[in-house]
């Protein structure tokens, strides 16, 4: 069974920094892999898909990677803002089609104005 | 652009009675997806559906079924509500007939439900 691990569960940073998200997963034949923002008691926005093919994509400030052999994803944050803060979902699909995806426990992030 | 509606957004139940969460895809989106949030706890998946058929099937309790209709709206119907049933539900579409670089998922708002 697929199992998704994000580290850290919180982070509080001031504005302006870069920053890392971590996640991992334990079945490394994967389909794809969705990084996701929810602000609280809200859905979920799409940020990043990488396709399992795929090293890495981009998105305005955001940049994710993917290592497929190694069971990891990264999901780079440049020059923070107050605007960011907000729980960051990992999530991987183990079939094309119409598999569900499996989640990670997010990431907590604060930005300090 | 259209997005994922769900409806209703809120919904307060008594324990053992029925609910129906209705979910809009995006237009031309032909897969929907269900997912269960409870408090403090990551989207869980319980079941979609492509082209009105159910493809993948996760955590869904036997209480609960969905269907998705011929414009492609779905509904989840729960039955003999439970307090641990207290969740966000979301609904997710993905255009996916439409090619495999086509299933992002995009998520609606969520219906949250309330079982007193």
């Known amino acids: 069974k697929q199992e998704v691990t994000q580290i850290p569960a919180a982070l509080s940073v001031p504005e302006g920094e870069n920053l890392v998200l971590n996640c991992s997963f334990t079945d490394s034949a994967i389909y794809n892999l969705q990084w996701f923002r929810q602000d609280p008691g809200k859905g979920l926005t799409s940020l990043l898909l990488i396709q399992s093919s795929q090293r890495e994509q981009t998105s305005g400030r955001l940049n994710a990677s993917l290592d497929k052999s190694s069971g990891r994803s990264t999901l780079y944050i440049a020059a923070s803002q107050p605007g960011d803060s907000a729980t960051y979902l990992c999530a991987v699909s183990s079939g094309g089609g119409a598999d569900g995806l499996t989640f990670g426990k997010g990431t907590h992030l604060i930005i300090q104005p | 652009a259209a997005g994922v509606i769900q409806s209703p957004r809120h919904l307060i139940k008594e324990k053992r009675e029925t609910a129906t969460l209705k979910c809009y895809p995006i237009?031309?989106?032909?897969?929907v997806y269900w997912y269960q949030q409870g408090p403090g706890q990551d989207p869980q998946f319980l079941i979609s559906f492509y082209e009105k058929m159910q493809s993948d099937k996760g955590s869904i309790p036997d209480r609960f079924s969905a269907q998705q209709f011929s414009d492609y709206h779905s509904e989840l119907n729960m039955s003999s509500l439970e307090l641990g049933d207290s969740a966000l539900y979301f609904c997710?579409?993905?255009?996916?007939?439409?090619?495999?670089?086509?299933?992002?998922?995009?998520f609606g708002a969520g219906t949250r439900l309330s079982v007193l």
């Open positions: 997710a579409s993905s255009p996916t007939g439409q090619g495999r670089s086509k299933n992002i998922q995009y």
């Open positions: 237009p031309r989106h032909d897969t």
